[in-house]
């Protein structure tokens, strides 16, 4: 069971969040005009790290409001919980 | 273990074949000198074919090489040792019921290689034909069996509605009140499905490999993929750099970190999928049942436990762990359809990484690299498609060209856009 600290209501049970998948995959500006590969790489490829991955969660059971989470894919930990728009979070000991 | 299969063709003496005379010729030896069923050889400094990954498939892929492309010269590479990841974690069921031609003809493929596999590979892989259930709770669920039965009708796979009272007839078990929390409405089922040994499945594939030719080197990680002018010349691994001008990438729960070696990218998210196993109890359930609408799928073993599946974990993980509250919503599910199950203790947890596809179909293609082969994202049904994922993989390594069965599998659909999509249509549940 995860403990997530939603930034505006604190740390609850996995149970009330839902999961988003990676973060900071942006829609495209120019939509239209991407090829298909482009439009492959937006839809479908992802980063998939062994290790530490920034993702979307959305509180569905609380504030409904949707965040950013650094998370270790390989042993569940939490390193930080940033505001959904921000650039993506940079750690202490991650190069810059 | 326990391996008669057949005995010797007439004439010929062969020792290491398993028979019931290889049996009682060691019962006399008190079974202590029975031979080990592969080697453990040293890796040669280069190999014509060299497969990443020592499960079933990775397995099952060399051996075909061996025996059906007369590609000898070949290495399976495993990071650990052979079947303790996803092959040895699964929940054990085979059946062919896919909704799309694509997804049939591939499983249905596969089905029928696991009805002579015993033979094929002369150690027994258990396989039962048990039949499989998948339950209808409403008339919508009816509905999308009935057209999913049509469907595997058309492709030649054997597939039938039958009523509650049938069903009743195959799991007395259940609970088929109409007052039931997940009233029963009848199900689809194909017979020809049911369960195999998933360890057998492996060690049959590795010896069978093995006395082809195939070198089988465990503890062998590999550390990054090497390539010239975006063609494959090797891997670097924990036991030295070891020369291919092919390799073939047969990794579930770790593709995407393979293909970023080759700096490829991969549409897959790799998820743990928990199962649960009970304390052995006397036979109670002699087919496998399985619901899309609640997500649980049980089977009970031939040591009496009782086999379950969960769905997905939501969120991405290599942990092989998982999370509690999946385990409460499975086994939630599972005591409202049989209620006498609640009297169970659960004796083990686990999960295997599982590579997700957005359209829950596999991938088993050439790369934008030349001579690197890529077969993942099976998800949470790749144990079935053993046979008949090694089996088109072989062909796509040795004729650099997709096997018929493999095209629509291929990498580039989710360029091109067309997606196989068995999310929910092939019901759900593996």
Redesign the interface.
């Known amino acids: 069971?995860?403990r997530i600290a939603c930034p505006w209501c604190g740390a609850r049970?996995?149970?009330e969040f839902?999961?988003g998948?990676?973060a900071h995959v942006a829609l495209p500006a120019d939509a239209a005009q991407l090829s298909?590969?482009a439009?492959?790489?937006y839809?479908?490829?992802?980063?998939?790290?062994?290790g530490r991955?920034r993702?979307r969660w959305v509180h569905t059971h609380g504030c409904r409001r949707w965040f950013n989470v650094v998370?270790d894919?390989?042993?569940?930990r939490i390193f930080a919980v940033y505001l959904a728009g921000s650039p993506p979070a940079q750690l202490p000991d991650e190069p810059a | 273990m326990l391996a008669i299969i057949a005995a010797p063709a007439a004439g010929s003496i062969d020792l290491n074949r398993y028979s019931i005379f290889a049996l009682a010729r060691n019962a006399l030896s008190r079974h202590e000198n029975w031979p080990r069923a592969w080697r453990s050889p040293e890796p040669r400094r280069s190999y014509d074919v060299v497969i990443v990954g020592g499960g079933g498939h990775g397995l099952a892929t060399a051996y075909y090489l061996a025996r059906e492309h007369g590609i000898r010269n070949v290495a399976v590479l495993e990071r650990g040792l052979i079947g303790l990841g996803n092959s040895g974690r699964n929940t054990t069921i085979v059946r062919s019921n896919y909704l799309w031609d694509a997804s049939a003809h591939l499983y249905e493929h596969s089905l029928r290689l696991w009805e002579q596999l015993a033979g094929t590979l002369n150690f027994n892989v258990m396989f039962s034909q048990r039949g499989v259930l998948n339950l209808a709770h409403n008339p919508h669920d009816l509905r999308e069996l009935a057209r999913r039965v049509n469907a595997n009708r058309l492709n030649g796979i054997d597939s039938e509605i039958v009523s509650t009272a049938q069903v009743k007839r195959l799991a007395p078990a259940l609970d088929c009140d109409p007052r039931a929390r997940y009233p029963v409405l009848g199900a689809s089922l194909q017979r020809r499905g049911g369960t195999a040994r998933h360890d057998a499945l492996v060690w049959g594939y590795a010896r069978a490999a093995d006395a082809a030719g195939v070198d089988i080197i465990q503890n062998c990680e590999v550390t990054a993929i090497r390539q010239k002018d975006r063609r494959v010349v090797g891997v670097e691994t924990t036991r030295g750099v070891i020369d291919a001008s092919k390799v073939g990438v047969v990794v579930a729960g770790h593709a995407s970190v393979l293909a970023a070696m080759a700096e490829i990218r991969l549409p897959i998210e790799s998820h743990p999928l928990q199962a649960l196993v009970s304390e052995p109890i006397k036979p109670v359930l002699d087919t496998v049942v399985m619901s899309n609408a609640v997500h649980v799928y049980v089977s009970q073993s031939d040591k009496g436990e009782l086999v379950v599946g969960a769905g997905i974990d939501p969120y991405t993980s290599y942990s092989q762990r998982g999370s509690f509250p999946v385990i409460e919503a499975t086994v939630s599910a599972l005591v409202a359809l049989f209620p006498s199950f609640g009297r169970l203790k659960l004796m083990r947890q686990w999960a295997g990484i599982v590579d997700v596809c957005p359209d829950a179909s596999p991938i088993i293609s050439k790369t934008p690299v030349r001579g690197l082969y890529f077969n993942c994202g099976w998800g949470t049904g790749g144990f079935k498609a053993t046979p008949g994922s090694g089996h088109v993989f072989a062909h796509t390594i040795a004729r650099d060209e997709p096997h018929p069965l493999a095209t629509p599998f291929a990498l580039e659909r989710f360029t091109t856009g067309a997606l196989v999509d068995e999310h929910g249509a092939a019901a759900v549940a593996h």
Not at chain 1, 43 to 50: E, I, Q, T, V
């Open positions: 069971m995860l049970d996995e149970t839902g999961y998948g990676e298909d590969a439009w492959a790489e839809l479908f490829m992802r980063s998939n790290p062994k991955h993702e998370r894919t390989t042993t569940e």
